[in-house]
């Protein structure tokens, strides 16, 4: 069974910085192109980043260009984002998912980042 649990969301003020984590289980993680996606209160899922299976391409959302960073450790089945400059607008559950942009599937349940003075 895949199971995919972020953790590391929170209040932050407006320019801090937060590092996301995503325990992957039950599937080969090492194979599989990884990704984030959030969704902002009363909006859809909006794709984040992504990462191909052995961390050398990422790809970022124009909105997070230049302030958030993807990467993995193959090892320790997990996937990051490091998350810099944060602003009000980046408020939202922050999901892991298994696949890329336009295939991902299986999420975790989330994790709440809120950005606020």
């Known amino acids: 069974e895949v199971q995919l649990v972020e953790s590391g969301g929170g209040l932050v003020q407006p320019g801090g910085s937060l590092r996301l984590s995503c325990a992957a289980s039950?599937?080969?993680?090492?194979?599989?192109?990884m990704t984030w996606v959030r969704q902002a209160p009363g909006e859809g899922l909006e794709w984040v980043s992504s990462?191909?299976?052995?961390?050398?391409?990422?790809t970022y959302a124009d909105s997070v260009k230049g302030r958030f960073t993807i990467s993995r450790d193959n090892a320790k089945r997990t996937l990051y984002l490091q998350m810099n400059g944060l602003k009000p607008e980046d408020t939202a559950v922050y999901y892991c998912?298994?696949?890329?942009?336009?295939?991902?599937?299986?999420r975790g349940q989330g994790t709440q980042v809120t950005i606020s003075s």
């Open positions: 998912a298994k696949g890329g942009k336009f295939s991902y599937g299986n």
């Open positions: 039950g599937f080969p993680f090492g194979s599989y192109v």
């Open positions: 990462i191909g299976n052995k961390g050398r391409s990422t």
